[in-house]
């Protein structure tokens, strides 16, 4: 069982900068999949940016060039800096990692970007 913990959301007027934490319990040094997805309300859940073990990464198309996905393995810590913020990416941000046939999710952090 890993347990992630996000932080790092929080309030920011447009162009700003965020950057988004999640923190495992247990070892991701063998995760085959991190991602940092979000959900806007009345929206579904979205992916916003994966990071796999081979260090290959994947943007939503509305993210590159503005956001950056990273993971730091003796921190079990996966980021998501995120620049130029718009008043769209206002959303709850969750960190998934997926360990062999398992997945695991951390409870949100909420970033609202005020125009």
């Known amino acids: 069982q890993v347990q992630l913990v996000e932080s790092g959301g929080g309030l920011v007027q447009a162009g700003g900068s965020l950057r988004l934490s999640c923190v495992a319990s247990?070892?991701?040094?063998?995760?085959?999949?991190m991602g940092w997805y979000r959900q806007a309300p009345g929206k579904q859940r979205e992916l916003v940016a994966a990071?796999?073990?081979?260090?290959?990464?994947d943007y939503a198309d509305s993210m590159k060039g503005r956001f950056t996905i990273s993971r730091d393995n003796a921190k079990n810590t996966v980021y998501l800096q995120m620049n130029s913020l718009k008043p769209e990416d206002t959303a709850v941000y969750y960190c998934k990692i997926v360990r062999g046939v398992s997945a695991f999710w951390g409870q949100g952090t909420q970033v609202t970007v005020s125009s």
């Open positions: 247990g070892s991701i040094f063998s995760a085959n999949f």
């Open positions: 990071i796999r073990s081979s260090g290959n990464t």
